[in-house]
Each structure stands twice: as C-alpha cells, then as structure tokens.
C-alpha cells in the first residue's frame, strides 16, 4: 500500500491547520465525518464536518496571527486496504494538539471519517 497519497492528503490537512483554511479542511473530511474532542468539564464534544468546517472559517490563521508553524506525522498505518489511522502533532496558536484522523478510502480517494484530538498548552 502506497502512504504517498494518504501523506498528500495530511498535508493538506496540516497546511489547512496553519492557515485556518476552511476549504481545505471541506477537501479533506468526509462528508459524513465526525470530530471528537473532550471539553473541560470532560463532557464530550462532537461536531459534523460542516459544524468543524465552519468552525475553521472563523478563525485566524498561524501566517496571520504571527504563530510559530509545528507539525509532524507522529505514525501512518494501514489497518486494511482502504482504511488507515494517522497520528498527527499541530500547533494552532499556543496550543499543541495531538489529532487521530481515520481514514477511508472512498470512491478512490483517501479521506478523514473522523478526528479524535486532545490540546495541550504550550509552556510560556
């Protein structure tokens, strides 16, 4: 199995992360997808992928804002011939999240069916 295409799309996912680009984030997800996180009170928190979509829209981006760019691919496995989980590091402002994106292949293209993620703090 070829991780360049898969790879092709985290990047385009990190690059969306970066410059709060809405449309790449709308490339990137299923439209059935679904985002996961866990709130301070440690209640779920879940949106659709047009929900997250406009979320990102709403934001400034790390070029705008003057942030730092930090990103890496932490893992890629494949757990059949048209599924896959990435781990993936990214800041957005001073905040370090760690992402789980599962991906499907679908129609002949890779794509996020959902996104687990958790934020951390950057030390001042």
């Known amino acids: 199995m070829d991780s360049n295409e898969i790879k092709e799309v985290i990047k385009v996912y990190l690059d969306g992360c970066y410059e709060a680009d ?21 209640a779920l ?30 893992s890629l496995d494949f757990t059949g011939a048209n599924s896959a989980v990435a781990r993936v590091k990214v800041r957005i402002a001073d905040v370090i999240y ?7 292949r679908l129609d002949g293209k890779w794509k996020v069916i959902s996104k687990v993620f958790e934020g951390i703090p950057v030390a001042p």
């Not at 928190?45 to 932490?74: H, N, S």
């Not at 760690?98 to 499907?104: A, E, K, P, R, Y």
Request: aromatic share 14%.
């Open 98 to 104: 760690s992402d789980i994106l599962c991906f499907m």
């Open 45 to 74: 928190i879940e949106w659709d992928k047009d929900a997250f979509v406009e979320l990102v829209d709403g934001q400034d981006g790390g070029a705008v804002a003057g942030w730092p760019r930090y990103d890496e691919i932490v």
């Open 22 to 42: 809405s449309g790449a984030m709308a490339y990137v997800f299923h439209d059935a997808a679904h985002i996961y996180a866990s709130g301070e009170d440690g």
